[in-house]
């Protein structure tokens, strides 16, 4: 069966870290849908648990998105947008042609969205090139489950991944600045 996403736009109170206040935001989520009607119902329910008591949302807009396929990956906090050229040879003309489909993927920067975007299309048979990379606006994917016992395995792999913490490598500055000086 088909996935379709659609891109939610939500206008919204949302906790401001810098300033300790909640401020009106307007961002972009993605919900999986068969319909327009129930996506408007899906983001609704989805952003019930982000709103104080007695504060309202508005959807502000609500579009097909052009994405083929969505892969969460754990320690990753952004998404990003792969444009993906399918390479076939057409036989008839004897030229090579390029079909683009995007994919969206989590990761942490680009060089981490080029490499989680390799590891998606690892198992793909045809010749393929990835032409450009860019971060999406996107604040957070809602992807639909039946609620069926087999779908459970399925939904807490999705939300493992999705809400798991980037592990960033910092280094010790006191470490750091003692290599330094011993160098």
């Known amino acids: 069966m088909s996935v379709t996403w659609y891109e939610c736009k939500v206008k919204y109170a949302k906790f401001d870290e810098a300033s300790g ?28 648990p982000f709103l104080n008591e007695g504060e309202g949302m508005l959807i502000t807009n609500i579009k097909v998105a052009n ?18 050229a ?11 042609r390029k079909m ?11 060089r981490e969205a080029y490499e989680n975007t390799q590891h998606v299309m690892r198992d793909t048979m045809g010749e393929y090139s990835i ?35 980037p592990n960033y490598n910092t280094e010790d500055e006191a470490l750091a600045l003692e290599d330094s000086l011993t160098e």
């Open 86 to 96: 399918l390479i076939a040879y057409d036989e008839n003309s004897g030229k090579e």
């Open 21 to 48: 206040l909640r401020k009106l935001k307007t961002e972009p989520f993605l919900v999986d849908a068969v319909s327009y009607t129930e996506a408007e119902k899906r983001i609704s329910e989805e952003m019930r």
């Open 100 to 110: 683009n489909q995007y994919l969206l993927v989590q990761a942490n920067d680009v």
């Open 131 to 165: 032409p450009a990379i860019a971060e999406s606006p996107v604040v957070d994917v809602f992807p639909y489950f039946t609620g069926e016992e087999e779908d459970a395995e399925r939904i807490e792999e999705f939300n493992r991944l999705k809400e798991s913490v």
């Open 67 to 84: 994405f083929a396929e969505v892969h969460p990956f754990e320690n990753a906090d952004r998404w990003f947008k792969s444009k993906v």
